[in-house]
């Protein structure tokens, strides 16, 4: 029996994805959490053979939370399902130490492909991202981008161009105001901007941002 654990706070995400896995795969077990806080608890509290981790749940940010997870059980292995595209985060979760990387438009077939792959004790991206990360080894980018943003300041710019002030994304990831300062003001150093404004119409550029 292979238990699943899904961590999404969207409860027909939830039912729409034990859908899929009970159809595709035999001998399977689902438990679920809709925060951080309760992910976490579940994962104190019982043994699961992989995890299905939604980046954009309440409470911790994405990124914090697999890491949380993975210091707490370093052998989970753990599938990112997220709204955003696989440029933007994929390289990021996976050096967190997830075993995969899907969008939530991916086809059904795909989710239960991912699933059996990891629980078989491989990894999972997309043709299509692999073929950009065999791109990006063999032909370097040329100049700045958000890439090179460590995963910290690529939250806080995320938050920013979103339109949060910076006393917002203190609070959004638990830090202090003038550490928040501190990070916008490396990123706008990185990417050669001076505004919020410039930050926001880059990341929408990019599709960081809506």
Do not use: C, W
């Not at 993975?70 to 994929?90: H, R």
């Not at 997830?98 to 438009?105: E, F, L, Q, R, V």
């Amino acid at each position: 029996m292979n238990r699943i654990l899904i961590a999404d706070d969207h409860t027909i995400v939830r039912k729409g994805l034990k859908q899929i896995l009970s159809e595709g795969m035999k001998h399977v077990e689902f438990s679920e959490s809709a925060n951080a806080a309760e992910t976490l608890t579940l994962i104190k509290s019982a043994s699961f053979d992989i995890l299905i981790l939604d980046l954009s749940m309440p409470g911790r940010s994405g990124l914090d939370l697999l890491k949380d997870i993975k210091a707490l059980k370093p052998k989970l292995p753990i599938l990112v399902l997220s709204m955003y595209p696989e440029d933007q985060y994929a390289l990021r979760v996976i050096k967190a130490g997830a075993m995969g990387y899907m969008t939530k438009d991916s086809a059904p077939d795909a989710l239960v492909s991912a699933v059996t792959k990891i629980l078989n004790g491989g990894k999972y991206i997309s043709a299509a991202l692999s073929d950009q990360l065999l791109d990006m080894m063999l032909v370097p980018k040329k100049g700045e981008s958000y890439e090179q943003l460590s995963d910290r300041e690529f939250q806080v710019l995320q938050l920013i161009a979103s339109g949060k002030t910076v006393s917002e994304v203190a609070e959004k990831l638990l830090l202090s105001v003038k550490t928040v300062s501190t990070y916008r003001t490396r990123i706008l150093e990185k990417l050669h901007f001076s505004t919020n404004a410039e930050l926001t119409r880059y990341a929408m550029q990019m599709k960081i941002v809506d």
